[in-house]
């Protein structure tokens, strides 16, 4: 089997895995990052959500061999201390029920932020779109995201 050079978190990390190994199963199975769910395994639900080069893509459909040489930014490493503005708002705004959905969840709203800091809640249902919340917290996940853009509606005026 190949050996594969990935840029996780920041780090350089050597992995042997066949081409077509999903970069889901060398994140969690290789590395031991566990953050990064496995959902449906078909690039429907987001629960594997993570970073290729910053944008946000389904790592169960990434197969390894397509992840050389890109940087993958996982939930780990979007901010070790739970400190990134996304990961602060998901607190403030009580998103989580389950849980199981959110790491995807935040991914996709990083991404989103980092393309446009002040989205329309248009912008966030089309990026959120890949994202499956089977507890039907996407109210407040759209007021976190808000949020986490210094839109929340204290931030507005109360709007």
Request: proline share 4%; charged share 15%; glycine share 12%.
């Amino acid at each position: 089997m190949p050996t594969y050079t990935l840029t996780v978190n920041g780090r350089r990390r050597a992995v042997t895995a066949a081409a077509d190994t999903p970069l889901l199963w060398v994140l969690r199975e290789s590395l031991g990052m566990t953050g990064t769910k496995f959902g449906c395994g078909g690039g429907f639900c987001g629960a594997c959500m993570v970073h290729l080069d910053g944008a946000a893509v389904h790592s169960c459909q990434v197969p390894v061999a397509d992840a050389a040489h890109h940087r993958v930014t996982t939930i780990e490493g979007l901010s070790e201390a739970g400190t990134h503005p996304v990961q602060r708002a998901w607190i403030e705004e009580d998103v989580v029920q389950c849980g199981y959905c959110q790491s995807g969840q935040i991914m996709s709203a990083a991404a989103l932020l980092a393309g446009k800091p002040h989205p329309s809640d248009a912008d966030i249902d089309a990026a959120m779109n890949g994202n499956i919340c089977r507890c039907g917290t996407y109210q407040r996940l759209r007021a976190a995201i808000h949020r986490a853009a210094g839109d929340a509606p204290a931030a507005r005026g109360g709007q």
